[in-house]
């Protein structure tokens, strides 16, 4: 069951990360509302879903999007592509708010094991 959470909880944040990016200029004081409900599933994704052998691969694959996503987004180098600029920056700030908080647990999760082995 737990997994199951873990799983719709990717889904639904990838999808409303991508909602949220192409419409969050209408969204007014909603938009806040709608990143929060985005962090929250990344951490959820972080707790749940992501463990053992996989957590590497998930950290390189997640520093590796976050970095990307920054250039693309938050750095406001696409805002200036004709017609889909905005559209493409609002989408990479969201995925930025759902997969940090996952790649943080992750990494905070994977640092506390380390600290265990004696």
Same mark, same amino acid.
């Given at each position: 069951? #737990?997994?199951?959470? =873990?799983?719709?909880?990717?889904?639904?944040?990838? !999808?409303?990360?991508? +909602?949220?990016?192409? +419409?969050?200029?209408?969204? =007014?004081? *909603?938009?806040?509302? &709608?990143?929060? +409900?985005?962090?929250? /599933?990344?951490?959820? @994704? =972080?707790?749940?879903?992501?463990?053992?052998? #996989?957590? $590497?691969?998930?950290?390189?694959?997640?520093?590796? &999007? @976050? *970095?990307?996503?920054?250039?693309?987004?938050?750095?406001?180098?696409?805002?200036?592509?004709?017609?889909?600029?905005?559209? &493409?920056?609002?989408?990479?700030?969201?995925?930025?708010?759902?997969?940090?908080?996952?790649? @943080? @647990? !992750?990494? /905070? $999760?994977?640092?506390?094991?380390?600290?265990?082995?004696?």
């Amino acid at each position: 069951m #737990e997994k199951k959470i =873990g799983e719709v909880s990717f889904v639904l944040g990838v !999808v409303l990360a991508v +909602i949220i990016g192409l +419409i969050g200029g209408y969204l =007014g004081a *909603l938009g806040p509302w &709608l990143i929060s +409900i985005l962090v929250l /599933l990344g951490l959820i @994704v =972080g707790f749940v879903n992501i463990g053992g052998k #996989e957590t $590497k691969d998930f950290v390189w694959m997640a520093v590796a &999007l @976050v *970095l990307v996503a920054y250039i693309g987004g938050a750095s406001g180098t696409l805002t200036s592509v004709l017609y889909i600029g905005e559209y &493409l920056s609002g989408v990479f700030n969201s995925i930025m708010a759902f997969v940090v908080p996952a790649v @943080v @647990v !992750v990494a /905070l $999760k994977e640092i506390y094991a380390f600290a265990q082995i004696k």
